[in-house]
């Protein structure tokens, strides 16, 4: 659920699904659907959220830089732009077309439908290709290098996801006294 709301845990679900599909193999179809649940729920928050907050709202959950392109993806086919944002790995910006569909009123079964199916079929390729390579996948695992690196991606996680809750709540705040101010 997190991998797909505003808090930045880049191929989150990717990693544990590898995780847990390299040890049990008959457990990928279960962990796929677990994994595109949760990331309909996350996107259904996003979209809750940003529905709420229209075209204007837009602008303080999408960067500056990427709002215009963005933007003419989802107007010109919302429905591709979110297949494709579902189906892409990080870095390609996901939770912004969420937000940008949702933003311009996109139906909301529509959009958590089109994220549903294109996220199982990315998180049961992901798991395919676990269970081809399960034996590199644990030995890989099991080196220090790989654990050191996966304990710095948490933490570098951790603090971009406080990072951008810190972000989001004060421009929550700074907006009200902006529209005031005019």
């Excluded at 040890?23 to 179809?29: D, S």
């Excluded at 907050?53 to 591709?80: C, F, T």
Aim: with cysteine; aromatic share 8%; net charge positive.
């Amino acid at each position: 659920m997190l991998d797909s709301s505003f808090l930045d845990l880049p191929l989150g679900n990717d990693l544990l699904l590898v995780a847990l599909t390299a040890r049990r193999h008959n457990m990928l179809p279960a962990y796929a659907v677990m994994a595109a649940a949760g990331s309909v729920i996350g996107c259904w928050l996003i979209d809750v959220l940003a529905r709420k907050g229209g075209e204007e709202g837009l602008k303080k959950i999408v960067s500056h830089r990427q709002i215009d392109y963005v933007s003419r993806r989802v107007r010109s086919n919302a429905a591709w732009a979110l297949v494709l944002a579902s189906l892409l790995p990080p870095p390609f910006p996901f939770t912004p077309f969420v937000a940008a569909a949702a933003a311009f009123q996109y139906p909301r079964k529509k959009l958590l439908g089109v994220v549903a199916i294109a996220r199982l079929v990315r998180f049961s390729a992901v798991g395919l290709l676990a269970v081809f390579f399960h034996q590199q996948i644990l030995s890989l695992a099991k080196s220090s290098a790989v654990r050191t690196g996966m304990l710095a991606l948490i933490a570098i996680c951790v603090v971009g996801s406080v990072v951008s809750v810190i972000t989001w709540i004060k421009a929550g705040r700074t907006a009200p006294a902006q529209v005031s101010a005019k």
